[in-house]
């Protein structure tokens, strides 16, 4: 076996050391510079070149297994399929997306996973009587028995929510249990981790309550705590006041308790943050505590389309715009021929800024990390950095080419400074690296099927990184109508989604 490096002397680290060394002593020292000043370089010295803003990386990927392609000395097991039995006797959800790591006081980690499950309500009610669809109601015989306790269901007729896994720190990184620990959102995307020690879950979706739809509006975040138990997941509370629009990914300010919030809608999206009254310091208080929405303006002009004509490494002064009414009904209206948020509508109609499918956002050494996913001339993606020290917001890359950059994500920092980004390609799926230096690399292809990567986070001690293969958000319905097909067995069993725990030398490489 290979050994495992990571820093040391971390089996015992608390959630506030953990942060307090990710986000602060590792991460800072390097993203407030280095991959900041050296993206920005990268780009000017390619001028055009794309292969020099690729590098070698841990080296060339190889099949470690029937699932990744890795680099030599990278190995990795299957934490938790879809479809498996899990303590509390539901089956693993599909659509594995969003993930945070944290530290238990046994010593083992516990993840805190999204399923993004867009199952129509439809499914899940019962059938009507004179119904012709081949799909109305085909859940509802099975959804008491695979989607979680219905007892503390938000919607007693959605599907998503977020699953705990704990999982040993060493060796194999073997299952020790996963059970549900929210029940009944959905399109449970991306979120981000609290410096407080709990998981905020964001629901990518705005659909609203109907006698024949859903049972509860959506469109909201929900904080998850860790001490959920098996059959016992938290009371859901949806913070209204954090917005109601399609979000993505959140990253809070340890320093000030400010969460900075992505919006996933198409051309027409915003970047957001909430001003708690009162920094929250335990989990379960967010929901109490009053404070402002506010959008992302870019002062040199109302409006500004940061997609097209941007200019890497210079920054851009910004400042902030009210939204008087966060959660509105409805919570769509139509904008220069696209459907798009009240929210983003409130917040444009004062001067804030447009960008194009804001997705991975992260928190590290004093700055905001942002992508936009279909962001620059080629519409690629983009990598933005908000400074809330200078009040500016800075491209610091634009992808040229899909050799180099095609869709990215979600993103995550490790505990050595690099950065890693899940891309949803169109074509072959990898998990890229970005160097102190600006060098961008692959470091793991997905062998298994065809769907992204999504949730890649590092475990405290930094000597594991955990990655989701997404799945599928709806089942596979069958014509005419009957029983859904069961995705563990038969031809369908590769579209399986998977949570994969990843080590190696992480030391001899760049991130």
């Known amino acids: 076996m290979q050994s495992e490096e990571g820093p040391q002397g971390s089996s015992g680290l608390s959630r506030r050391h953990f942060f307090m060394r990710s986000a602060v002593a590792g991460a800072a020292a390097t993203l407030s510079g280095g991959i900041f000043q050296g993206l920005v370089a990268r780009s000017a010295l390619a001028a055009g070149e794309h292969d020099k803003l690729r590098g070698p990386g841990y080296g060339e990927l190889r099949p470690a297994g029937n699932e990744l392609a890795l680099p030599r000395g990278f190995q990795y097991s299957i934490v938790s399929a879809e479809g498996d039995t899990m303590a509390d006797g539901y089956p693993v959800p599909k659509a594995k997306d969003g993930m945070a790591t944290f530290h238990l006081p046994n010593g083992n980690m516990l993840l805190i996973r999204n399923h993004e499950d867009t199952d129509p309500a439809s499914r899940f009610r019962p059938r009507p009587p004179d119904s012709t669809s081949t799909s109305a109601g085909i859940l509802n015989p099975i959804l008491n028995t695979q989607y979680g306790p219905r007892d503390y269901a938000y919607d007693a007729y959605a599907g998503g929510g977020t699953t705990s896994i704990e999982v040993e720190p060493y060796g194999r990184r073997r299952l020790v249990r996963q059970y549900w620990s929210l029940v009944g959102t959905l399109n449970n995307c991306a979120g981000g981790l609290t410096p407080w020690g709990s998981w905020l879950s964001c629901e990518e979706n705005t659909e609203s309550i109907s006698s024949t739809g859903f049972g509860q509006n959506h469109g909201y975040i929900f904080e998850v705590p860790v001490n959920t138990t098996p059959g016992n997941p938290v ?235 997404y799945g599928r958000s709806t089942v596979r319905t069958t014509q005419p109508y009957k029983s859904p097909v069961l995705i563990p067995i038969g031809p369908e069993k590769r579209e399986r989604a998977l949570t994969l725990a990843i080590w190696g030398p992480w030391r001899s490489g760049l991130l």
């Open 235 to 469: 009371t859901p509370v949806a913070l209204k006041h954090l917005g109601r629009f399609r979000h993505e990914a959140v990253a809070v300010d340890p320093a000030t308790g400010i969460i900075y919030e992505t919006e996933d809608q198409s051309n027409v999206s915003g970047f957001f943050r909430f001003v708690p009254s009162t920094k929250p310091l335990q989990p379960g208080e967010l929901a109490g505590i009053s404070g402002t929405l506010e959008m992302l303006k870019v002062n040199a002009a109302a409006g500004y389309e940061t997609a097209i004509g941007q200019t890497v490494g210079v920054a851009l002064e910004v400042s902030w715009v009210s939204i008087d009414a966060p959660d509105p009904s409805p919570a769509t209206v139509q904008f220069e021929g696209e459907i798009t948020s009240v929210v983003f509508k409130q917040g444009f109609d004062a001067g804030g800024a447009r960008f194009r499918r804001l997705e991975g956002c992260w928190f590290a050494g004093g700055k905001i990390y942002f992508i936009s996913t279909n962001g620059g001339d080629n519409g690629l993606g983009q990598l933005w950095v908000y400074d809330p020290g200078d009040e500016t917001l800075t491209l610091i890359f634009e992808s040229p080419s899909v050799d180099v950059l095609d869709g990215p994500d979600n993103i995550c920092v490790s505990p050595r400074g690099g950065i890693v980004v899940c891309e949803d390609s169109s074509s072959a799926q990898y998990l890229r690296g970005i160097s102190a230096t600006g060098e961008i690399f692959d470091f793991a292809r997905n062998l298994h099927n065809t769907t992204e990567f999504a949730g890649a986070c590092f475990s405290p001690d930094g000597r594991t990184l955990f990655v989701n293969i």
